[in-house]
T-cell receptor, first 110, second 114 residues
């Protein structure tokens, strides 16, 4: 069983602040995906990281895949209220199978 | 606007009712999935269909019955559910290939079992 631990589970910050959330596992994944889910909606894919040590940027969001492909982090610079949501990481293993974490609930206060 | 649509968005049913959830994908994908999302739990994969054929049943109770008539449509038939089955049921699709299989989710069907 592939387990992904996301921390912190809940984070509340003021608009303009920076934040980092983490996704950790003891398993190695062929790739790792980050999704954002807003209330009443389904998750939406933000990024996929594939190579160990890879860093991808999506505007103010920076995603990093660990060198050993077991963990990942998401850093948000100058957070905006629109960044509020549940951030889910998902590790790919086997034949196109994904294991999800419980998510990081982020609230950005205006 | 999502390429995966789910209906109904909200459903309340008694334990003896029979209802169905519907999912349609407009993305030309060849795989469809049902996931269950409960509070404070990871997304749980329930069923996978590749090219209309069920390829995975993740030890789901028989009170949940999936149906995939074609590669664009997926149903989840519900009967004699339990209150603990109350959750958000998410449908997703993907294009299965050699590289990573990103999922495209619908908005979900919020199910409450009384």
């Amino acid at each position: 069983t592939q387990l992904l631990e996301q921390s912190p589970q809940f984070l509340s910050i003021q608009e303009g602040e920076n934040l980092t959330v983490y996704c950790n596992s003891s398993s190695v994944f062929s790739s790792l995906q980050w999704y954002r889910q807003e209330p009443g909606e389904g998750p939406v894919l933000l990024v996929t990281v594939v190579t160990g040590g890879e860093v991808k940027k999506l505007k103010r969001l920076t995603f990093q895949f660990g060198d050993a492909r077991k963990d990942s982090s998401l850093h948000i610079t100058a957070a905006q209220p629109g960044d509020t949501g549940l951030y889910l990481c998902a590790g790919e293993y086997g034949n196109n199978r994904l294991a999800f974490g419980k998510g990081n609930q982020v609230v950005v206060i205006p | 606007e999502t390429g995966v649509t789910q209906t109904p968005r909200h459903l309340v049913m008694g334990m003896t009712n029979k209802k169905s959830l519907k999912c349609e994908q407009h993305l030309g994908h060849n795989a469809m999935y049902w996931y269950k999302q409960s509070a404070k739990k990871p997304l749980e994969l329930m069923f996978v269909y590749n090219f209309k054929e069920q390829t995975e049943n993740n030890s789901v109770p028989s009170r949940f019955s999936p149906e995939c008539p074609n590669s664009s449509h997926l149903f989840l038939h519900l009967h004699t559910l339990q209150p603990e089955d109350s959750a958000l049921y998410l449908c997703a699709s993907s294009q299965v290939r050699q590289e990573s299989g990103e999922l495209f989710f619908g908005e979900g069907s919020r199910l409450t079992v009384l």
